[in-house]
């Protein structure tokens, strides 16, 4: 089974549709999860924060009569910084050693936002993280995520009052390095399991689509044993369901006209061979007769006329021929005539501008010159400038620039075309007139059309002696120049 065939394609469409489910259902336990976790996390911050508040307040009340206590109470309240931190870092941990926070970071700052308290395992990336996530002094509760050495935390920005005026901040976080592993256990569990089921559905949809595409492949070998010497050959339609039955009599109908047209074209072929055949015999007979001796000039001259008179048939002939065959376009002899280039430009704006309208974008047409002489082919030299404008309007973005410029240097005038878009990767800039190369461009793969406009409009610009240029920048612009020799009065 080829990698490009049309049973892999569906096994893989069934497969990758049932993968979007399985990841759509698994993504929806694990945000909720992440969701309630995150929520008891809040919860318990919360609690730890009012519980640490209420410790202050109960400062407040037993200040007069807990020496280390009013220590602390000064401290906080007049936002003043003691001498020995260290011990007012011991007095409050001690007090507060039933709340649980020896693995949590937490800093009080006061009002002025001056750091009166902080934990022990409080380290400059702590702080550094502190300062990213809860800048300023907060006035409202409010929680953030942050990574602290590595170490996932999440914290609460909490205002606290105490003896009625004051007003502390506290910044409070916890490690939820098991929340954390409890997602990560679900993330990889699901994962493995839509791997497996989709190696699973992937065998079952190829299995499947094999039963499905047998007729497929039961035409397949019939249809191949059909040559040009049995095109009466025909496949049976009773044993394949109404879809298939519908693709047989199509490929019968084409079978038919392929017979049909096998006929036709020997037909045409014996026409043409009698048709020819009897001009030739007439003119070998005629040069056979000529070449006998003792013809008088009057006789040789109706000879040559008889000959003529045939040959004519002959190329009437041809040019039926020519004009039945079918060929693809080809660029055919330039009817090079003398012209104005300057009104053949501001003919072609005018008719550009209709699309520069759509988009807003600024269009000019810029020269010093009321007229330029050259000798050129005007319905192929339209074709290069409508190429290379209509790429400039493609590529420049809603209210960008296009402008028309004409320049004359050596004989030549030059007509650069600048616009104001998404310009020319320098990878791609070697191969922009190769035929059929198109520029690919993230998350969007390769451009609209068949690779053949640049290298056409080239073609066309050298068959008038000139060439085509171009200069470009990403996401500034392009400029094309085309080149054209002037007339010399």
Known sequence: MKNNSFRLKISILYTSILGVILVFFSIYPIYTTQKILRKEQEDALLVKAQQMDNYIDVYTITSQ??????????????????????????LWERDTKSLGLGKDLYRIRNI????????????????????????????????SSMSVNGIPYYGINYQIIFAQKNTLNLQLAMPITYAQKIINDMVFSYICGILFVLFAGLFIATYLTRRILKPVDDVTRTARDITQKNLNLRI?????????????????????????????????NSH??????????????????????????????????????????????????????EYEYKFDIFKMERMDLIKFLKEVF??????????????????????????????????????????????????????????ISEQKVFVSIKDTGIGIAPENQARIFEKFFRVRFSGQGAIEG??????????????????????????????FKVSLPILLH
Do not use: C
Request: no cysteine; hydrophobic share 40%.
């Open 65 to 90: 009569k807990d020496q280390s206590s009013a220590m602390l109470l000064y401290m906080l309240f007049k936002g003043e910084i003691l001498n020995n931190r260290k011990l007012v870092a011991e």
């Open 112 to 143: 002025k936002g001056e750091e009166v308290l902080r934990s022990n395992n409080f380290t400059p990336d702590a702080e550094r993280s502190f300062n990213v996530k809860f800048a300023g002094f907060g006035d409202k509760t409010s929680f």
């Open 236 to 268: 049976s339609v009773e044993e394949y369901d109404k879809e298939f039955k519908e693709l047989v009599d199509s490929f019968n109908q084409m079978i038919g006209r392929l017979g049909s047209s096998f006929a036709y074209i020997n037909n045409f």
């Open 272 to 325: 043409v061979s009698h048709e020819m055949k009897t001009p030739l015999a007439i003119i070998k007979g005629e040069l056979e007769l000529a070449l006998e001796a003792g013809n008088t000039k009057e006789k040789n001259e109706q000879i040559m006329k008889n000959v003529l008179e045939e040959v004519y048939k002959l190329i009437r002939i041809i040019k039926e021929m020519l004009l039945i065959a």
């Open 350 to 407: 005018q008719q550009i501008r209709v699309l520069t309208e759509e988009k807003n974008i600024n269009f000019e047409f810029l020269t010093q010159n009321e007229s330029l002489w050259i000798e050129g082919d005007a319905t192929h030299l339209r074709r290069v400038f409508f190429n290379l404008l209509h790429n400039a309007v493609k590529f420049t973005p809603t209210g960008g620039e296009i402008k028309i410029l004409t320049e």
């Open 450 to 479: 068949n690779g053949l406009g640049l290298s056409m409009a080239r073609a066309i610009a050298k068959a008038h002696n000139g060439d085509i240029t171009f200069e470009s920048d990403v996401n500034k612009g392009s400029a």
